[in-house]
T-cell receptor, first 116, second 113 residues
């Protein structure tokens, strides 16, 4: 079965420190992986994606993610957290078996709290 | 550039009343369209998706229905709302290319009283 797991409901980090939000996946084919951020009462914003190529993917707002095939992980990272990074973060993977539907499987989300 | 609109932004409806939420996309053609519901600010539940006009696939049997009368218009409806229909409804689109990322609208907050 295809799935995405975000093992932490909440991550707390001090402003200026590096942050990591964890994501692991299980898919039947090549993984297409995505990260989204959601601020309160807003839609999800696309941050970055991994399709193929370099395992370190850079995205919006200084975020990056590292694809690790052997560990089936795609952790989101940022070298120096900002208070404004506080939000809900979702990891997602393309759903195989859906041909051209573009369906994604989302994790349950991780709340990032950055304290001043 | 592409934009996605949803309306209304917020809605308070009594139990048993009908529902119509609308989503439109600009700046692209033949998008895949999706309706999600998010309860309690957490996980997303895919409700419906559409790969073309008149083509609707339902993910979860429920009190809701969807329609796609035009290429870039996606409507979520109900004949009689239940309390359990309350939530944050998100519309999204994706292209028909190979990357599959979805782009989300601003959402509609529905409260059924």
């Amino acid at each position: 079965a295809q799935s995405v797991a975000q093992p932490e409901d909440q991550v707390n980090v001090a402003e200026g420190n590096p942050l990591t939000v964890k994501c692991t996946y299980s898919v039947s084919g090549n993984p297409y992986l995505f990260w989204y951020v959601q601020y309160p009462n807003r839609g999800l914003q696309f941050l970055l994606k991994y399709i193929t190529g370099d395992n370190l993917v850079k995205g919006s707002y200084g975020f990056e993610a590292e694809f690790n095939k052997s560990q089936t992980s795609f952790h989101l990272k940022k070298p120096s957290a900002l208070v404004s990074d506080s939000a809900l973060y979702f990891c997602a993977v393309r759903s195989y078996g859906s041909s051209n539907t573009g369906k994604l499987i989302f994790g349950q989300g991780t709340t990032l709290q950055v304290k001043p | 550039s592409q934009t996605i609109h949803q309306w209304p932004a917020t809605l308070v409806q009594p139990v048993g009343s009908p529902l119509s939420l609308e989503c439109t996309v600009e700046g692209t053609s033949n998008p895949n369209l999706y309706w999600y519901r998010q309860a309690a600010g957490r996980g997303l539940q895919l409700l419906f998706y559409s790969v073309g006009i008149g083509q609707i696939s339902s993910e979860v049997p429920q009190n809701l229905s969807a329609s796609r009368p035009q290429d870039r218009q996606f409507i979520l409806s109900s004949k009689k709302l239940l309390l359990s229909d309350s939530g944050f409804y998100l519309c999204a689109w994706s292209g028909d290319g190979y990357s599959y990322e979805q782009y989300f609208g601003p959402g509609t907050r529905l409260t059924v009283t």
